[in-house]
RNA sequence: GCCCGGAUGGCGGAAUUGGUAGACGCAAGGGACUUAAAAUCCCUCGGUCGCAAGGCUGUGCCGGUUCGAGCCCGGCUCCGGGCACCA
């Protein structure tokens, strides 16, 4: 062993031996207990950042923790790598996507290995090869076969820098969720996955997810967004025609006066009458043109303009005027609402604007409405007036009542709403996995049949920048034969959302070199579910609920046989310096390569794992990270230091020769109980380090070391330190490990057990308080009576002098550990 | 507006079930070693009073429950995040 500790030296050695002895790679094993731990996969955008050291770091630590507790563990990496950055930095570079994208990865490979991640490097992937899209192509077509895959003409988010459709749930405050441009909407023909067939499981399942953060499931049950109503019919007057609407509130039906209609609705334009034709088609125009941003701003107008025409009330026969608002979303519900002003507070703005009736159908408690005095509506509990029979009932109750009623005399039905959309999948870009359908004049659209599958991205293609996708501008491509009736059609030319890809990349990991299909389901079988995944918060609605979905399809059609794919979600916070994200524009970047050339991955992966709980922002501090490796290097020195006098000793396994031995030994033991349960319940990784910390404090405060009785006590501390900080510097403790005269690797060395009787403290020290306040400390035999005890308590001095010669009302003992004495 | 989190020394953070608040680390101050510096090692380190023993005070604010509250309950304040015309 050297005298002094060298990083590089130690790391390069140790990844060379673990590369050569592929000593990650894993095989599925009916006999051994899995562990399928997961990290969400890169984008190789260039390098790694911090919030991918951070990331790996933690699934490392659990990673080669469970390996040492005895499971077989799949810890796999791969790349997401489609997407839209090649694009760009090909139009840049005047290069290939395929080229800046293979080159990152083979960069980024080489950073991930240069931090010691235990990956199972066989099972690499990235989804851009042809060997992973391809089975994709086949998914896509099983779903198109079942109706999961669908195509419709749709208003669509498109974000003009991009020159794509984007998700909803792509979208952020009326921008792109990538380059923040204004999201426009526009008309176009796309591919959607059917999500709303599933909107139900996902959300009945979010209950059983008990291993996710609970505000993870949150924001995925308000995405879901299921809410319980009815769908009323109202018939319009002098016509044929009938509007339905959806309503949370029919309790308050009998109070409504008017009815809203999203500018988009269908019969938006059927309904006007000549007279107001001009006037309305000014305002569709004028809501069409109006970008998302400022329509959903918090100031924006409630505007609206009437048909002409009216409708009935259908319980009180009352003619409403028909309107359409601004404020009326056609996605929701039927796009169209009944308008309660009087308990709707948009719909009393909406009112108040354009001088519309207000008819009070819900009292509040001890007060009574007046519509002519009213400054906003009462959108509470009350009771029911004006409502017929149902007058004097509470709301809630009338809700249930009045629904039951309107189903009765055949005037509307109870329903479910979410407020989930269908998953719009479409991108007209090129760095992405072709949808594999052809159009034909006589045939219409066309699956490719499986027999020509894949659909391969065609390679020669000029990056000109120019608008639109290049594949629909690539003639050999689009060109093709109708695989029905052999007449020239054309192929689609859009790809995918690369959401698609990060859907099921995780099952793809249980079997990445099947070529029978996307999934070997007996391979699948035993891996799935993931045990652990980690990753940013960011992902908590987008990819998450994705992959959700993802999984319940391919369990219905076979692929699969698991509900869920991830059983315990882990979300860690960001990385932050100078109290801001990590940025080039901020100059507060902390360049992992720097860290690594400087300090060694050991200590870069010890200081993000100590500096915060994992799911806490972490605030990077250089002074942090030198502290880790000061820590490291002590704890070398103390080794070196040491090796002489325990060479050719074993391991203590009885009774230690002095008390001092004695106690060192019951640190280590207490210390093993402690870092087993920090990692194994918790995962508070900054925790188990503070303690293992402690524990060679300790071993360096023990004194004689050089005595030949304490040779035992000694070794077995300093394995025990080895080898629980293994997860986490997994170089240095196999270094150390091995000048410890081990020939077998840490790695298969196996977790050290904590023997319950060497915890067990020959003395206690018991806390005296008086009235609740501490007065002063005893020190006790561990068997101790509880008479006995009290009695030494109340025998302090300092406690003497509280309890001042008074009776004692009452003595409270806690074994162990505290006496109180209210006096 | 609604729904989640959170608030503990100069800083990052501990306190696992209601039982010694501040583990561990950083920073700071003092000392040793050194011609000097770096590195290393030792000591101090919430505030305050005290020579000391020790006292008082202290976990965002106000109140409550309890022998005992950072932790439980009620009411606020501030910060962070998510959703946001969802009928």
Redesign the pocket.
């Known amino acids: 062993m050297e005298e002094r500790y060298v990083p590089s030296a130690v790391e390069e050695k140790w990844q060379a031996i673990w590369e050569r002895n592929k000593s990650f790679k894993v095989t599925e094993d009916e006999t051994r207990r899995k562990y399928y731990l997961l990290e969400m996969f890169p984008y190789p955008s260039g390098r790694i950042h911090m919030g991918h050291v951070r990331n790996y770091s933690i699934g490392d630590v659990v990673a080669r923790f469970k390996r040492m507790r005895g499971f077989n563990v799949l810890h796999p990496m791969g790349w997401d790598a489609f997407g839209m950055p090649a694009e760009n930095a090909a139009i840049q570079n005047k290069s290939h996507p395929a080229a800046w994208t293979y080159e990152n990865i083979d960069y980024m490979r080489g950073q991930l290995k240069r931090m010691g991640l235990s990956y199972d490097w066989d099972r690499e992937l990235a989804t851009c090869d042809v060997e992973y899209y391809q089975w994709e192509q086949q998914i896509f077509l099983r779903m198109y076969e079942r109706g999961m895959a669908y195509k419709r003409n749709s208003s669509v988010n498109w974000c003009p820098k991009c020159e794509t459709v984007l998700a ?2 792509q979208v ?2 009326g921008a792109c969720w990538r380059c923040d441009s204004v999201v426009q909407q526009k008309e176009l023909e796309q591919w959607f996955f059917r999500i709303t067939d599933y909107a139900e499981e996902l959300l009945a399942c979010t209950e059983q997810l008990s291993g996710w953060p ?2 993870v499931l ?2 995925q049950r ?2 879901i ?1 299921k ?1 319980f ?1 009815c769908e009323i019919t109202f018939p319009v007057v002098d016509r044929a025609e009938t509007i339905t ?6 309790d308050t039906l009998w109070g409504a006066t008017f009815m ?1 209609l ?1 500018p988009e609705h269908p019969m938006a334009l059927a309904l006007t009458t000549p007279d107001n034709l001009a006037q309305v088609t000014a305002f569709i125009d004028k809501v069409k043109g109006t970008d998302k941003i400022r ?4 100031d ?3 505007e609206g303009v009437f048909t002409g025409s009216w409708c009935l009330n259908p319980v009180t026969g009352q003619r409403m005027p028909i309107y359409l608002a ?15 002003p009087t308990h ?4 009393f703005e909406f009112a108040r604007k354009y001088g519309l009736t207000l008819q009070v159908v819900i009292q509040p408690e001890g007060e009574t409405l007046d519509p002519a005095t009213m400054t906003a509506a009462f959108t509470a509990e009350g009771v029911l007036v004006n409502s017929g029979q149902f007058d004097g009932m509470q709301s809630s109750a009338a809700k249930e009542a009045i629904a039951d009623y309107l189903e009765q005399q055949g005037l509307g039905k109870k329903t479910v ?1 979410y ?1 989930l959309r269908d998953w719009g999948i479409s991108r007209q870009r090129y760095w992405g996995n072709p949808i594999p359908i052809i159009y034909c004049d006589s045939c219409g659209a066309v699956p490719v049949p499986v027999k020509d599958l894949p659909v391969v991205l065609p390679k020669d293609v000029a990056f000109t920048g120019e608008g639109g996708s290049p594949l629909a501008r690539l003639e050999p491509f689009v060109k093709t034969a109708c695989p029905v009736c052999g007449k020239p059609a054309r192929r689609e030319t859009d790809t995918m959302d690369t959401f698609v890809e990060s859907s099921w990349y995780f099952l793809r990991y249980c079997c990445p070199d099947f070529t029978g299909g996307p999934l070997d389901k007996k391979r699948a079988e035993y891996w799935m579910s993931v045990d652990q995944y980690i990753g940013g ?2 992902h ?2 987008l990819h998450l609920l994705y992959a959700r979905f993802f999984t319940k399809v391919l369990r219905d059609l076979g692929y699969v046989n698991v509900d869920e794919p991830f059983t315990n979600l882990l979300t860690q ?1 960001m990385v932050i310096k100078d109290g801001a994200k990590m940025s080039k524009s901020k100059g507060n970047v902390v360049d992992p390569n720097a860290l690594i050339e400087r300090y060694g991955a050991d200590t870069a992966r010890l200081f993000s794992l ?4 994992p799911e ?4 990077w ?1 250089d ?2 990270v ?3 490796f ?2 490291l ?2 704890l070398w ?1 103390l080794m070196y230091e040491c090796l002489p006098f325990i060479a050719g000793v074993n391991a203590a396994s009885g009774e230690p020769a002095n008390a001092e031995a004695r106690a060192l030994r019951r640190t280590v033991h207490k210390t093993i109980r ?1 870092v087993t ?2 990692l194994d ?2 995962f ?1 990784f ?2 188990a ?3 293992t ?2 524990l ?2 300790a071993i ?2 023990f004194t004689p070391k050089n005595a030949p009785e304490n040779g035992p006590v000694l070794r077995e501390a300093l394995e025990s330190v080895v080898r629980l900080l293994a997860p986490f510097v997994p170089h240095f403790a196999a270094e150390l490990w091995e000048a410890l005269g081990k020939a077998e690797s840490i790695e298969s060395a196996g977790w050290p057990d904590f023997d319950p009787a060497a915890t067990v403290d020959d003395e206690l ?1 018991i ?1 005296v ?1 008086v ?7 005893i020190t006790v035999a561990v068997d101790t009576a509880e008479d006995k005890v009290k009695a030494l308590a109340m025998a302090d ?2 406690v003497q ?2 309890v001042a010669g008074k009776t004692p009302k ?1 003595v ?1 003992y ?1 074994p162990g ?2 006496v ?1 004495i ?1 006096v």
Request: hydrophobic share 35%.
């Open positions: 909803n749930e952020e405050d609970e505000r949150t924001m308000n995405w967004g809410s109503g609407v959806f309503t949370t509130r029919q809203s999203a329509r959903t701003a918090d924006f107008e409630k601004n404020f009326v979303l056609t996605d929701y519900g039927t796009g169209a609402v009944m308008a309660v709707d507070q948009r719909d709403n407020r918060i960011e908590a609605v916070g100590f500096a915060a709980p806490k922002d972490l605030d501090s002074q942090g030198e502290g880790s000061r820590f290097s002590r020195k402690k349960g920090d319940e918790r508070h900054n925790t380090i503070a303690a910390m402690e060679v404090n360096q405060a020290l806390v308080q009235n609740g306040k501490l007065r002063g400390r001095d300092n002098a509280f009452k409270v806690v550990k505290l109180n209210v």
